[in-house]
């Protein structure tokens, strides 16, 4: 039952969702990833987003994800008509000079750099068209092909600009994508302004310039690239200490964004507002950092044991003889299995735990951060028919460019 909520009164997003069930949801999808040969993971992409949606609650009422594997299934092999050319233009490339070849290469780059902002809004309708809230769809309209030729054409002017440009990108794409989504017959608007985001990003950008450059200044100066000498490890010194300055202005500017930009969220009357904070991102990037070190160090221990197992007679005597290892380890089919395996398990692991933590965490703080005052005027919207014309996310998953 919806709780009850005075007229005006700002009613917050909560998500109940917990990172061990999460994991368990993964863990079962990755182990039957194999035997499917990968096929499996349109149904766990499926089950994710049940997960996030339907532990999402808006006023006491939860998200709903209505989406199935099989339509994820039929857009990545349609997709795959787009693809299949696509190879045999690469490898056609491949026996031309290189002058044509590294010109042929660049053209593809830039088409499918444009491909892929038709694919993330491509993929955000379907995902738009199967979320429900108390029973009613929301949707997106707009044009695909004219989403990917504005962030296209904002992208060429990042590069003329050193990035200059982009709080005015920023905001043109937000606003174009708000400003064709709807809820039921309800359609959203963006109040947002690049001025909002200008302060805060330029900023940002001249510290990150100033600090970065001085850190490869005095990396420069202590050795870091030597005039035919021995690198100096310790001259990387400087360039680590700004990695770790610029890390979290990054990740305080992100917070700043998201909260400005969710904040000009507008539906009817219903306003969002979120506070996300700088500080609570970095904390989940940390967390993932720590968790990634602590399962290679059990992937490294464990790898080292089986090598120990596979070469056992290289160590026989108390010694170690390089020339039986080498033996043993070439002729092996256990030492194959076990490179796979570990190859499967190294990026399984980086996977899961960035979905963990980066993830989820985002998810969870950008919940617990927002909260919607004028909600009760959502109580008038009247539903649309689902858009049952698209399948699946296409090309969006097939150029991994999909969210959550």
């Known amino acids: 039952m919806a709780m009850q909520q005075g007229p005006g009164q700002p009613v917050p997003v909560r998500f109940r969702g917990r990172r061990g069930d999460l994991a368990l949801l993964l863990l079962r999808g990755y182990l039957l990833l194999v035997p499917t040969i990968?096929?499996?993971?349109?149904?766990?992409?499926?089950?994710?987003?049940?997960?996030?949606?339907?532990?999402?609650?808006?006023?006491?009422?939860?998200?709903?994800?209505?989406?199935?594997?099989?339509?994820?299934?039929?857009?990545?092999?349609?997709?795959?008509?787009?693809?299949?050319?696509?190879?045999?233009?690469?490898?056609?490339?491949?026996?031309?000079?290189?002058?044509?070849?590294?010109?042929?290469?660049?053209?593809?780059?830039?088409?499918?750099?444009?491909?892929?902002?038709?694919?993330?809004?491509?993929?955000?309708?379907?995902?738009?068209?199967?979320?429900?809230?108390?029973?009613?769809?929301?949707?997106?309209?707009?044009?695909?092909?004219?989403?990917?030729?504005?962030?296209?054409?904002?992208?060429?002017?990042?590069?003329?600009?050193?990035?200059?440009?982009?709080?005015?990108m920023a905001t043109s794409l937000w606003r174009y994508r708000y400003d064709h989504t709807w809820y039921g017959d309800r359609r959203f608007g963006f109040a947002g302004r690049w001025q909002q985001l200008a302060a805060p990003f330029y900023v940002t950008y001249a510290a990150i310039v100033l600090i970065g450059g001085t850190g490869a200044t005095l990396a420069i100066s202590m050795g870091a690239l030597p005039d035919g000498g021995p690198v100096e490890p310790l001259a990387f010194l400087p360039l680590a200490a700004a990695a770790l300055i610029i890390g979290p202005l990054t990740l305080r500017y992100q917070a700043r964004q998201l909260s400005l930009f969710y904040s000009s969220v507008r539906l009817g009357d219903a306003v969002l507002t979120v506070r996300l904070r700088g500080r609570a991102l970095l904390w989940q990037y940390v967390l993932c950092g720590l968790a990634l070190l602590v399962a290679f160090a059990a992937l490294a221990l464990g790898g080292v044991v089986v090598l120990g197992l596979v070469a056992r007679e290289a160590f026989a005597g108390g010694g170690f003889d390089a020339d039986i290892f080498f033996q043993q380890m070439q002729g092996s089919l256990l030492t194959l299995g076990a490179i796979i395996t570990g190859y499967l398990l190294l990026l399984g692991a980086f996977t899961a735990i960035t979905e963990l933590f980066i993830g989820l965490g985002l998810w969870r703080l950008l919940a617990s951060s927002a909260s919607i005052a004028g909600v009760e005027s959502l109580r008038t919207v009247r539903a649309r028919a689902e858009d049952k014309a698209l399948a699946g996310e296409g090309l969006a998953d097939a150029l991994n460019v999909g969210g959550y």
């Open 38 to 168: 990968g096929l499996y993971r349109f149904w766990l992409l499926t089950w994710k987003r049940r997960f996030y949606w339907g532990h999402t609650d808006i006023d006491g009422d939860s998200l709903e994800y209505t989406g199935n594997a099989m339509q994820l299934l039929v857009g990545f092999l349609m997709a795959l008509a787009v693809f299949l050319p696509l190879y045999g233009l690469l490898f056609y490339l491949s026996t031309l000079a290189r002058d044509a070849a590294i010109i042929g290469y660049a053209g593809i780059a830039l088409g499918l750099w444009f491909l892929s902002g038709y694919a993330i809004y491509r993929a955000r309708d379907f995902r738009l068209s199967r979320t429900l809230w108390r029973g009613i769809r929301f949707d997106q309209t707009g044009n695909g092909w004219a989403y990917g030729l504005r962030r296209f054409g904002w992208s060429l002017l990042m590069l003329a600009t050193l990035g200059l440009v982009y709080p005015l």
